[in-house]
């Protein structure tokens, strides 16, 4: 099947820095990607639909300005946290669709300190 | 716009045992419906999915579900768990209308298989 590649898997920074969050698809072109941050022992929440080429389509509640997503190519989305805070820790996951599937990366593991 | 419901947060049973995770979904257009499995840490991967055609789907380690359009369930079972299918389960849908559709998530069903 389809290969989503996430990176990194876990990352600690310090309060006030930025964090990017790379997310790829391997062997498939992903006009659309989507943006995930689950919390511990809840469901994923839906952040942001990533489109190539344009704009991300943000959810109602999450900062555009704090999570800035950039899908410059077919293969390739990011997701950099801006100055990061202690509750921006959580599980990020990225999500690219395949025909009818969806082919989800590894996650991330984002501490801030 | 769809929304999915899993019965049971949490769900023990000992191993060898069968089980069933419980979905039901809401949707006022077509839909696929989808289960994932998710290890600690990890993302998610799938374990089966209706698209159209036979109600019962089969997935991978022997895990099936079947689609019951009248009661909008998707129900996932096992006749018999192992130790490592301890995992948390999400039932998710989305719409047939476009390929880059969002998926609706339920909320999960933690899964622990005792000895």
């Known amino acids: 099947g389809a290969v989503v590649s996430q990176h990194p898997s876990r990352v600690i920074c310090k309060s006030g820095t930025s964090v990017k969050i790379e997310c790829r698809s391997l062997d498939f072109q992903a006009t659309t990607m989507f943006w995930y941050r689950q919390f511990p022992k809840q469901s994923l929440m839906l952040m942001a639909t990533s489109n190539e080429g344009s704009k991300a389509t943000y959810e109602q509640g999450v900062e555009k300005d704090k999570f800035l997503i950039n899908h410059a190519s077919l293969t390739l989305s990011t997701l950099t946290v801006t100055s990061a805070h202690p509750e921006d820790s959580s599980f990020y996951i990225c999500?690219?669709?395949?025909?009818?599937?969806?082919?989800f990366g590894q996650g991330t593991r984002l501490t801030v300190v | 716009a769809q929304s999915v419901t899993q019965l049971d947060s949490q769900v023990p049973v000992f191993e060898e045992a069968p089980v069933e995770l419980r979905c039901n979904y809401s949707?006022?257009?077509?839909?696929?419906l989808f289960w994932y499995v998710q290890y600690p840490n990890q993302g998610l991967q799938l374990l089966l999915k209706y698209l159209s055609g036979s109600t019962l789907v089969k997935g991978i380690n022997g895990f099936e579900a079947e689609f019951n359009k009248s009661q909008t369930s998707f129900h996932l079972r096992k006749p018999s768990v192992h130790i490592s299918d301890t995992a948390e389960y999400f039932c998710?849908?989305?719409?047939?209308?476009?390929?880059?559709?969002?998926?609706?998530f339920g909320e999960g069903t933690q899964l622990t298989v005792n000895p």
């Open positions: 999500s690219a669709r395949h025909l009818t599937e969806a082919f």
């Open positions: 998710a849908v989305s719409g047939r209308e476009t390929s880059g559709s969002r998926l609706t």
């Open positions: 949707s006022s257009v077509s839909v696929y």
